[in-house]
């Protein structure tokens, strides 16, 4: 039986929410170059995909995390993503900014959420981890008890890992970057010779773009 992360890694693919390119690097928010680029957003417009992601986030949460009181959505990310979870769960949501919005309550949740309740943040995409974690740290603060977050999508950054230790938060993801160049060179998305490439830049992003001369 064919594994989730490969699954999801090639639907990903097939719709372009992923763009590989070792050729012509993108630029990513933090200013890192990078031969890849993720926005899962672009699953929301493909029903078939879509459903695919957020049945295996319900699966993932069902079998992790069978206490869940409430489903947390990022914003803006995982909002979509959030509620279908939270609808077919049939659990309250909300969803989180990582910092207060500007104007009117300056509310950091959006939603209704009682004192100690158990809540699941559903995430788009983990690069460092520290976008997502704020949220995490968000919810804690507001009283919630985070049992752990459940992602489409990650890079598999060391980084990442350390920071949700130290955080003491359980994250699972439905694919990965190894799974996502596997799939990509299995189906001729790329070449043997760009592998070496998209490797050296998963071993040190924030120096790759230099590495190259870019």
Same mark, same amino acid.
Request: net charge neutral; with cysteine; hydrophobic share 35%.
């Given at each position: 039986m064919e594994s989730t992360?490969?699954?999801?890694a090639r639907q990903l693919l097939a719709i372009n929410a992923v763009k590989l390119d070792a050729e012509k690097p993108y630029t990513w928010a933090s200013g890192w170059r990078s031969p890849?680029?993720? =926005?899962?957003r672009k699953t929301l417009s493909y029903p078939e995909v879509r459903k695919i992601i957020y049945e295996n986030l319900i699966r993932a949460v069902r079998q992790h995390f069978p206490t869940v009181e409430v489903i947390a959505g990022v914003a803006t990310g995982a909002i979509a993503h959030g509620i279908l979870v939270a609808e077919n769960l049939e659990?309250?949501?909300?969803?989180? $900014?990582?910092?207060?919005k500007s104007h009117g309550l300056r509310n950091s949740v959006e939603g209704e959420l009682p004192a100690g309740s158990k809540v699941v943040i559903i995430e788009d995409l983990i690069s460092t981890g520290q976008s997502s974690l704020s949220v995490v740290e968000v919810l804690r603060k507001a009283g919630a008890d985070? %049992?752990?977050m459940v992602a489409i999508f990650s890079y598999g950054f060391d980084i990442a890992r350390h920071n949700f230790?130290?955080?003491?938060?359980? %994250?699972?993801? %439905?694919?990965?970057?190894n799974a996502l160049i596997d799939e990509a060179l299995a189906c001729n998305y790329i070449e043997a010779k760009d592998v070496e490439t998209l490797k050296l830049w $998963?071993?040190?992003? =924030?120096?790759?773009?230099?590495m190259i001369g870019s």
């Open positions: 992360e490969k699954i999801i890849i680029y993720c =926005d899962n659990k309250p949501f909300v969803y989180v $900014r990582p910092t207060p985070v %049992l752990g230790e130290n955080a003491n938060c359980i %994250l699972y993801t %439905l694919s990965n970057y $998963r071993e040190a992003p =924030d120096k790759w773009g230099a």
